[in-house]
């Protein structure tokens, strides 16, 4: 007989909740139509043909366009000079049927990420990542959010009642995760600590957390002995590995089965964090129409 | 005998730190003066009454003339109707012989400091209060820093040969010192932890901190079995006393008599952090100037 440990309801159901929240999106823009005769829309660019970034924008499409809301793309050569890039997203700030706009990264070297970033409208930026929203996280005033720190909170606030209070560690310190991730839950009342490549002594830090986020792209990096026990751990790492036979299965930044038995609620991988980050790309793009097609409300 | 604990090598000179700083400020600016025939400006705005913010003030305008920079007084009236400070505040983003912009913080009740503080242009926004350079700041991206966590940071970097892989506290989470020196410290490569007034046990994580700032406004929260032995710790708290004779004395966030025998450095109260701030102000109405005056370089 083989082990198989008891997960009943300790896993996080990130598809079922996503899900759930795509359908709220897709209500919510029914009712934008119905009182404003106007459908949010959102514009995707992609620079150059990697093929990972292909299939995360043809998905950001497809669900997009399944929230009944206007899907835009943008597919630009490699070769595409800088100038030309920041002219497109010039007409795009400009454009009124478009409410949002993200920019696939990574781009290709001779483009600057920061430039082109800080380039989108504040007010138009879903994926949270220009100045204006970093610096709006960071003191607490309504802005849009980066869409996987987002997902991890809601995630968070589906499973615990409170979390103010909680001391929550975060392993990774990106713009793109950690960071805001950390913003987000000092937001809430965490005490919050933050690890990266130069933390001395990550394993002691991890298990101080009544929380856990896990994103440092390192799979596996977390094992059993650096959970608390009766932690919530969040896992946002997602590697593809091969299986030897020809097969791959993607795993996270957690060694899920030795951390199973340590968390009170931990997120699959797949099935945890990935299915939250589209659906609250799609949030983010209901909320900057909201805010465009009906500012006073 | 009185108990006189040595203090030698221990004490963090912030009064000398800052006074070498302003001395550097100084010399910058009559360089900059003799390569483009100008001077860096800094504009004050003060709205109101309140005594203590006009003795900051004054202070503010006297250290800037003294290092040789213009400096420009804006008194208003409490009454002040916001849409007059906002013009104000345009006509001084405009204004080519000004650099840097401060709006004295609190504002009278009806005035918004977040619209107020965004008003300022992101390149004259010398306090680095507005959403701009708070995204920046988060991001890594070079912008202006907040003066107080600016001050704090020097005194560490002029106290320790390496922050990176160090442990760092912060308790406090406010926008103008805690929120910015967390970033701070984690660009420096610290891991960094964040406490406030929601954590459970403060007195644990404080313990845990190779540097430990405090920036409460609690006089004396941080008693001596809070600090690490051999910590660095960095007291922003600044609160006045009655001494019972109708005299005063400023103390900080931390019990500093308990605290001195267990760190390897402290700042005291005064003369630690205090002096720092307004020569970090000095800095950054020198670099804005520098941006403004020399874009090239």
């Known amino acids: 007989m083989t082990h198989d440990p008891d997960t009943t309801g300790k896993l996080i159901d990130g598809k079922g909740i996503a899900h759930r929240l795509t359908d709220r999106v897709k209500t919510e823009v029914e009712a934008l139509r119905e009182r404003t005769q106007r ?4 514009a995707v660019v992609l620079v150059g043909n990697d093929p990972a970034s292909e299939v995360y ?3 950001k499409a497809i669900q997009t366009h399944r929230a009944g809301m206007r899907s835009f793309m943008h597919m630009l050569p490699e070769s595409t000079p800088q100038e030309e890039l920041l002219d497109l997203i010039a007409r795009l700030n400009e454009d009124a049927q478009i409410h949002g706009i993200l920019v696939q990264l990574p ?3 001779h483009l600057d990420p920061i430039l082109v970033t800080n380039a989108i409208a504040p007010h138009k930026d879903v994926d ?3 100045e204006v929203n970093a610096g709006r996280l960071s003191l607490g ?3 849009l959010v980066p869409c996987t720190p987002l997902g991890c909170k809601m995630l968070l606030k589906e499973t615990l009642p409170n979390l103010r209070g909680l ?3 975060v392993m990774g310190a990106s713009n793109l995760v950690g960071k805001p991730m950390a913003q987000l839950l000092l937001s809430e009342g965490c005490t919050v600590s933050v690890g990266h490549i130069d933390t001395r002594n990550p394993k002691d830090l991890a298990r101080d957390g009544d929380i856990l986020v896990v994103a440092t792209g390192k799979r596996g990096l977390v094992r059993g002995d650096w959970i608390k026990p009766g932690a919530t751990v969040i896992d ?3 590697t593809r590995v091969a ?3 020809g097969k791959t299965k993607l795993v996270g930044d957690v060694a899920f089965e030795e951390a199973l038995p340590m968390a009170a609620h931990i997120t699959p991988v797949p099935g945890g964090v990935g299915p939250m980050t589209i659906a609250c790309l799609l949030h983010n793009t209901l909320q900057a129409a909201k805010l465009a097609l009906e500012p006073g409300s």
Not at 39 to 42: A, H, I, K, M, N
């Open 39 to 42: 459908l949010p829309g959102l």
């Open 57 to 59: 924008v043809k998905n």
């Open 107 to 109: 781009l290709p070297r």
């Open 128 to 130: 949270g990542l220009g």
């Open 141 to 143: 005033i309504p802005g």
């Open 167 to 169: 001391h929550a560690v």
């Open 236 to 238: 946002v790492g997602i």
């Open 243 to 245: 299986l030897g036979d």
